[in-house]
């Protein structure tokens, strides 16, 4: 059986990080908010627009990263800056983007038979938006793994990337548009990079993709897949009609936001109760939670792949750190809140209060959240008793981040403040059995 795993990510952007031999303070603050991991987006030498995600050279840095007046080569920077945040109990994983590349690299050049082509043109990635209008990325080449000449030669170039990526110390992938490469082509990486480097993980990127698209692409051998729970208003059921179909394939990671949407607290308007309620769901919903800097402070500015500068560091009269490590702490010291366990939304009285049942697959833990959607104004919660809504015969224990109460009383009336969550734990025991059974 699969051992839970802490999955606490922060998102390091590094744009907004600069030089790497600036990013300790960032390791430090991570770590002091109990978070394990480090996720950043590329660092690669992007080509002509400056983009992150349009790599140039695999192989070398982006040069708004490094110092120049190092004695310290690009690589052994990168090495030194792995090594800090690993001396703060951090493992680091980085974006692997090899859907596309920059349409002006020299690999285009080398090997035009790894791409396709239009009308004698390189072909870049698209999409359609919510308008239903196509949006072309000009500045990528998109690699053609299904109609080259040369698949081995392609699949060797990209074991080149990962092996030096994990040479420099990196101990895993968000793999960028998982789901647009051939599931044979992952099954095969993971499978070759896991033999020689077996603690590597492996993140699919899938987000916007339908539950059985991300099925199948989790079904190449991923260790966790990405969620939509960011989008959900708290009250539809495409969520957890999504979180069904694919937690028996492979685990998920929740994020409130992310380097590429519009930062939450400037959705929220400046409601911090909001801010701390999202990330209660994120961390308790889903296996894995991953947050982006600056959430902690409020930060209302949206990162950018190409113009983002450490000069954007907002200063704020914003502090939610210490909120953050005390449900990073609960999400730690219990395993229910370490798997996509079962999970059901359970119903009361007030249309305002979301109930959420869950119990552990792996262990006997069983938890309830109660959540106030209203990020406004206060909602009043009754029950008989708390225990109507769990299976588990022990007693619950309040391990709430905010106003945890000693003693459950019954019957249990509460007024829970704009956006609050509570959180109870118990054990099941031997005598009762999991609600999907």
């Not at 030498?45 to 840095?61: A, K």
């Not at 870049?124 to 080259?148: I, M, Q, R, S």
Request: with cysteine; net charge negative; charged share 25%.
């Amino acid at each position: 059986m699969k051992k839970p795993q802490e999955m606490i990510i922060y998102n390091i952007f590094p744009l907004l990080a600069g030089r790497f031999s600036l990013w300790g303070e960032h390791f430090r603050r991570a770590s002091e908010m109990c978070f394990n991991w480090v996720f950043v987006n590329p660092i690669q030498r992007p080509g002509y627009s400056g983009s992150l995600y349009s790599i140039s050279d695999y192989f070398s840095f982006n040069p708004l990263l490094t110092d120049v007046n190092s004695k310290k080569s690009p690589a052994d920077q990168v090495r030194n800056m792995i090594a800090e945040a690993q001396k703060c109990g951090l493992s680091v994983m980085i974006d692997l983007v090899v859907n596309h590349c920059a349409f002006d690299s020299e690999i285009t050049r080398k090997h035009p038979e790894w791409f396709s082509w239009e009308r004698g043109e390189v072909a870049h990635p698209f999409c359609y938006g919510d308008d239903g209008k196509k949006v072309v990325w000009g500045d990528l080449a998109k690699y053609n793994y299904e109609g080259t000449k040369d698949p081995e030669g392609l699949y060797q170039f990209i074991k080149k990337i990962v092996d030096f990526l994990i040479t420099l110390g990196f101990k895993g992938f968000r793999c960028d548009a998982a789901y647009q490469l051939p599931g044979k082509f992952w099954k095969r990486l993971i499978r070759e990079t896991k033999k020689n480097s077996p603690g590597v993980l492996f993140f699919a990127e899938t987000l916007g993709c339908t539950a059985d698209q991300t099925r199948t692409t989790a079904r190449a051998g991923f260790d966790y897949v990405f969620n939509s729970s960011k989008w959900w208003d708290l009250k539809g059921h495409w969520l957890m009609a999504q979180y069904d179909l694919t937690r028996d394939v492979s685990d998920s990671i929740s994020f409130p936001d992310s380097h590429d949407t519009p930062r939450l607290m400037e959705d929220f308007r400046g409601n911090i109760a909001g801010v701390k309620q999202r990330y209660l769901l994120a961390a308790l919903y889903s296996a894995g939670v991953m947050m982006l800097m600056g959430y902690e402070l409020g930060f209302r500015r949206s990162t950018h792949v190409v113009h983002s500068r450490p000069d954007d560091w907002e200063k704020t009269d914003v502090d939610i750190t210490s909120f953050i490590k005390k449900v990073n702490n609960i999400k730690k010291a219990h395993s229910v809140f370490q798997e996509d366990a079962p999970t059901e939304i359970l119903q009361n009285n007030n249309p305002d209060i979301l109930i959420l049942w869950k119990a552990s697959t792996r262990t006997d833990d069983e938890a309830l959240i109660i959540i106030n959607k209203d990020i406004h104004g206060k909602q009043h919660f009754y029950a008989e008793s708390l225990n109507e809504f769990v299976l588990a015969g022990a007693p619950l224990q309040d391990v709430s981040p905010e106003y945890p109460l000693e003693f459950i009383p019954e019957p249990f009336h509460y007024e829970l403040n704009p956006g609050q969550g509570l959180v109870y734990v118990t054990k099941r025991d031997g005598a009762r059995q999991i609600r999907e059974d």
